[in-house]
């Protein structure tokens, strides 16, 4: 059988609606349905249109031994990340333009010969790479998709000696790891099922596929905060791993087997439904944007700042209806058909991330703790300078590219957000990954508002310090307690290092004033103003701000092989505290004010925004919003705060607390344990409250005008979430 298809966007479109509005009606039975998945697989390789003349180039740069000049096939190390597969690039290049009737090589005997030799030498030389990777993925995907293509014309033996390579493709193969790269790899091989017309296999291999949607927290795979974890050092890889070769592979089966006797079940897709809009969007700048929060080792790589794509949103909408509404808005989001709406808090318990949005910006905190590792180590070479990037990291997007491929001219001992000794030079690479020291690091949060907790010690330096974070609707509050290290060398806080994007204003000592291009250490400092965020220091405190041209190259940051060592300059906006040499209990305080303009926020910036910071300490960090009427706290030990005359609240353990009032009447309380460690937390608080909960008890003292809250706390798989008490 012979597919000759115009890979024409208007005819694909009519197709895929065809096949889907049809498939009930025509693939009851195993043989009719593998017959339409096969369809719907080829008119998917077979999309977008064929440019002759780059078919040519390739043609052109073709030997008559079967190789194509300027590919470097000796190469195999990991970072030179497998040249070889342009090889195969080139193979199904060739192979679409042969099965495009609008192509002028469509069925031309020429280019099959081409084909035919350009197969005939990789199955001779059969190139095995370093990284499992490109033997176990990348070589079988490109020969399956070539195979579905064009394998029913390139001689049969031809094509059946590239099964060796495609096999490798195995269930049983060292790559097939449970969670992203085992749907990856079962996918391939049900690909190459199809094209061995292998009913009862192909079958058994679907099922795998879908098996894989199952929450797995604790091991590779979703965790039941709805992040994803690809390894056992348990770091987010929500929106690579767990985005691209997890939630995008699956749902790419789960539209292909649509309408089947294959289709997955409702409560698998809705359960990936659940994931993308709980775990992947909102890891991601409004949905919209990536988030370089939660990159890794990939952070190193020049990338492209555009929307995420609405493929796969579009096919989650083929087989559900479940959350329609919101997939739909995530689809004109991406498109710029609308504007950003949502605000939330997220705590990802299960990976130390937390996450904050409002409608006009987005920021996160990045930490680790006892329970998982800082970073992924720098695996085939990017991500080199990657070590500080967990250690509290607070990324702040108003538009979604304020750091937008900043990283050749970055400070890496100055990553925003984070405290950090000031050494000579990083560690090297291999001592990247590291495990938390410390438990007492996470956050509580209702959905709406959140506070966030970091008992820090650095694996690297030593450094220690007492890290917290307060957000509220138009700003949030940073506060850093006990700073210490032993070693000789300055400890810097930076609050932020962003591209330098229009003017600095500050005000100093009662003078505002807008700086020229520079670094220095300016004194009595009040606030300061760049790209519509202000930052607000409580007291007045002395900064090092740098607004200047720095330099670098992306071949510095990674050691992968033909990277670019052209001087990268970029103009950067950089602000921090120095703690000095060696401190012993060094503290900051300051406020962010997002999406404000320098007028605004000068006019705004006299009264601290009705913020007061009860307590900084190694104790106690608290944060009273009046406007908001809310207490944000952290108790990193038993104690008891004076939120305002006539309320107080005590907590007989470590935790945290969140509460709103109503007038002189407490309307919410949430609590969280980030320690992990307490079954139950034992909360009292000022005035008398009646609650009936389960997994509560309230016990109010009408002699003392106090009311003691004995609240479970969640265990198991949700151990760090919090609870939130209506009253």
Not at 32 to 49: A, D, F, W
Not at 221 to 233: A, E, K, L, T
Not at 385 to 404: M, V
Not at 564 to 580: D, Y
Request: glycine letters at 8%; aromatic letters at 12%.
């Amino acid at each position: 059988m012979k597919y000759y298809l115009k890979p024409t966007a208007l005819l694909c479109f009519f197709i895929f609606i065809n096949s889907v509005v049809n498939a009930q009606a025509v693939a009851h039975d195993g043989r009719s349905g593998m017959t339409l998945i096969k369809s719907r697989v080829i008119i998917e390789l077979m999309k977008g249109t064929v440019n002759d003349a780059q078919v040519r180039q390739i043609i052109s740069t073709y030997s008559p031994e079967g190789n194509f000049t300027g590919i470097d096939y000796s190469d195999l190390s990991r970072e030179a990340g497998f040249p070889q597969q342009k090889h195969l690039s080139n193979l199904f290049s060739l192979a679409k333009a042969y099965q495009t009737s609008s192509s002028a090589f469509y069925q031309d005997a020429g280019i099959l010969k081409t084909i035919e030799g350009a197969v005939a030498y990789w199955v001779a030389k059969d190139y095995v790479g370093d990284n499992w990777h490109d033997n176990q993925i990348t070589t079988p995907t490109w020969l399956v998709n070539m195979l579905l293509i064009i394998g029913k014309d390139l001689n049969r033996e031809l094509a059946m000696k590239t099964q060796k390579m495609i096999g490798r493709a195995s269930l049983d193969a060292s790559g097939a790891r449970p969670s992203g790269d085992r749907i990856v790899i079962a996918g391939i091989l049900a690909k190459n099922l199809l094209f061995l017309d292998n009913l009862d296999a192909f079958e058994k291999v679907i099922k795998v596929i879908e098996g894989e949607i199952k929450f797995s927290t604790g091991e590779r795979g979703m965790q039941q905060d709805y992040s994803f974890h690809h390894r056992v050092d348990r770091v987010n890889n929500t929106t690579s791993y767990g985005y691209g070769k997890y939630a995008n592979a699956f749902g790419e089966w789960s539209f292909y087997v649509a309408g089947t006797k294959y289709q997955f079940s409702k409560e698998k897709i809705n359960q990936l439904v659940d994931y993308f809009l709980e775990g992947i969007s909102k890891q991601q700048v409004y949905g919209i944007y990536e988030d370089v929060s939660v990159k890794n080792r990939d952070i190193t790589s020049k990338s492209v700042f555009q929307p995420r794509g609405t493929l796969e949103i579009e096919r989650l909408l083929i087989s559900t209806d479940y959350r329609k509404a919101e997939l739909e808005e995530l689809i004109k989001l991406r498109k710029g058909e609308i504007k950003p709406s949502k605000s939330f808090a997220k705590f990802f318990w299960q990976t130390e991330h937390f996450v904050f949005q409002r409608p006009n910006f987005y920021t996160t905190v990045r930490m680790f703790s006892t329970r998982n590792y800082n970073m992924e180590m720098p695996y085939n070479g990017p991500g080199k300078p990657t070590h500080h990037r967990a250690d509290g990291t607070n990324y702040l997007l108003l538009k979604g590219d304020e750091y937008h491929n900043i990283w050749p001219v970055y400070d890496w001992q100055k990553v925003s957000g984070t405290t950090v000794l000031q050494k000579p030079k990083l560690h090297g690479p291999q001592d990247i990954q590291k495990k938390g020291l410390t438990a007492f690091v996470g956050a509580v949060t209702d959905g709406l508002y959140g506070a966030v907790a970091f008992d820090f010690k650095s694996p690297h330096d030593g450094v220690e310090a007492k890290k917290a974070w307060f957000f509220f609707d138009e700003e949030y509050v940073c506060l850093g307690s006990d700073i210490s290290s032993d070693v000789k060398l300055p400890v810097a806080t930076t609050i932020n290092q962003a591209l330098l994007r229009g003017p600095v204003t500050v005000m100093q000592e009662g003078q505002q004033q807008e700086l020229p291009a520079g670094s220095r250490k300016i004194e009595k400092l009040k606030w300061v103003h760049h790209n519509r965020v202000g930052y607000l220091f409580p007291a007045p405190a002395t900064l090092q701000l740098a607004n200047q041209v720095a330099t670098g190259t992306w071949a510095s940051i990674t050691d992968q092989k033909n990277i670019s060592t052209a001087l990268v300059e970029e103009p950067v906006f950089n602000l921090w505290f120095n703690h000095g040499n060696s401190p012993a209990s060094a503290s900051y305080q300051y406020i962010v004010v997002p999406a404000v303009d320098a007028a605004a926020f000068a006019a705004s910036a006299s009264d601290n925004r009705s913020i007061q910071i009860l307590s900084n300490t190694g104790q106690i960090q608290a944060v009273w919003h009046g406007r908001q009427h809310m207490l944000q706290s952290a108790f990193y030990k038993a104690g008891s705060l004076q939120v305002k005359p006539g309320l107080q609240v005590k907590l007989d353990s470590q935790g945290m607390v969140m509460f709103k009032t109503a007038g002189n009447q407490i309307s919410s309380v949430t609590v969280a344990d980030p320690s992990r460690m307490l079954k139950r937390i034992n909360l009292t608080v000022s005035g008398i409250y009646n609650v009936k909960k389960e997994g509560v008890i309230c016990l109010p003292d009408q002699l003392k005008k106090e009311t003691l809250l004995i609240i479970d706390l969640p265990q198991g798989p949700w151990a760090g979430s919090s609870v939130t008490l209506g009253f």
